[in-house]
């Protein structure tokens, strides 16, 4: 069946030729980003779970995880929670096959606690979080849904979208983080908390970052130590930023502190979820890692929903993998935006549209566009499987 693929040319400019563009990341330590990262945490065990006692990944989303803060008492050189963060997972999942029991539940919990571990270096699972598993039974009309046909059919109907290529401010934006939680966390200055968020606002060709940084108390002495760590930081940030750009960078650094009453941004944990911040599944970085308000943005929660058929998680993700598809391999486009729309109760790799909108470089192909494009486009539907395996085997990321 011929798909319904509309490629079109748009008269805009292109985002690199606008006067100015705002970027945001959210880390892995940020409340919003520890329940995307839990959600869908438990989501991969789910279905590997599945896979293993029952031969088939079952139905199920785990996409309402919370997290309620804490509260604690920072101080330089250790510190101390005084309540702890509490975590719901919340969603529905499969709990039984055929009449015998599935151990959700205990499956779940394993999950969370393996991906607190590993995300928060300096949590204690013991003493700072409370894990709550309220995973209730899904819907029989959905799980009906859900078995129904070879290709699997969309649970919802809901759309995806995805853009590429990434802007230098979008580039920037996202890899500061990576940086100082891969390089400088890691490698050199254990004081870095996961909980870092990154602005990035360009202005013609300055490019600004502010940048809110936890830091761990345990590794800082005073506050001479505090304000020499936010100076490193910003030198080596600065030294990474300049390797990427040729546009000027400016940055700032926990620009709340108010250095002379001494209120720093000091934590015990490394995330702002032990004293006062709140996190909720869906109110972070889309799945390509950013908040981009100068692009098209789906507000679906991709996070922890069911790889199988959730059209609004797969769409979102399979619209971004069309989008760098193109703009890698088809000469002459500045900017490509990818939007696919399902219908409740359709098979998935049959859209009701599939749209791709191009901002040509000056004097291109439309008509060549056009075709290796839409050509791009219902092979990703062709095989629109792929998706669910990258997923499952975690090589994309949701958040």
């Not at 006692?53 to 079952?58: R, V």
């Amino acid at each position: 069946m011929k798909r319904n693929i509309v490629v079109e040319k748009i008269a805009e400019t292109p985002i690199e030729e606008q006067a100015m563009e705002i970027v945001e990341r959210k880390g892995i330590g940020h409340p919003d980003s520890i329940a995307d990262g839990l959600a869908e945490a438990v989501s991969r065990a789910l279905c590997n779970l599945y896979k293993d006692e029952c031969g088939t990944i079952l139905h199920h989303n785990t996409d309402q995880v919370e997290i309620v803060a804490g509260s604690s008492a920072p101080e330089y050189g250790g510190g101390e929670l005084i309540s702890p963060i509490y975590v719901l997972l919340n969603g529905r999942a499969t709990k039984d096959f055929e009449g015998t029991p599935i151990p959700t539940d205990t499956t779940v919990i394993g999950a969370a606690r393996k991906f607190l571990e590993e995300t928060i270096l300096n949590i204690d699972l013991e003493r700072h979080v409370i894990l709550d598993c309220k995973i209730g039974s899904g819907s029989t009309d959905l799980q009906s849904v859900f078995k129904r046909g070879q290709v699997p059919l969309a649970n919802d109907t809901s759309f995806g979208v995805g853009f590429a290529p990434l802007s230098e401010t979008e580039e920037l934006t996202y890899n500061t983080e990576r940086f100082m939680i891969e390089d400088l966390r890691t490698k050199e200055i254990p004081a870095i908390g996961e909980d870092i968020k990154v602005m990035g606002f360009r202005e013609k060709d300055t490019i600004n970052l502010t940048i809110a940084c936890a830091m761990v108390g345990r590794y800082v002495d005073d506050l001479d130590a505090y304000i020499s760590i936010k100076e490193e930081i910003a030198d080596r940030v600065l030294d990474m930023a300049v390797k990427q750009t040729e546009r000027e960078v400016r940055l700032m650094i926990n620009t709340g502190d108010d250095l002379n009453a001494g209120s720093v941004y000091l934590t015990v944990t490394g995330t702002s979820a032990e004293m006062g911040d709140d996190g909720s599944v869906g109110r972070g970085n889309r799945c390509n890692g950013l908040i981009t308000p100068w692009r098209p943005m789906s507000m679906e929660a991709t996070s922890g929903k069911n790889p199988i058929n959730h059209s609004g998680k797969i769409y979102n993700l399979l619209s971004n993998e069309m989008a760098r598809e193109i703009a890698e391999k088809v000469r002459g486009i500045e900017d490509v935006y990818i939007r696919i729309l399902s219908r409740i109760g359709y098979p998935i790799d049959q859209p009701l549209v599939a749209s791709a909108q191009v901002v040509p470089e000056e004097g291109s192909d439309m008509n060549l566009i056009e075709r290796e494009a839409n050509s791009i486009m219902d092979q990703w539907l062709e095989n629109i499987t792929t998706i669910t395996e990258m997923i499952v085997q975690g090589r994309v990321k949701t958040f």
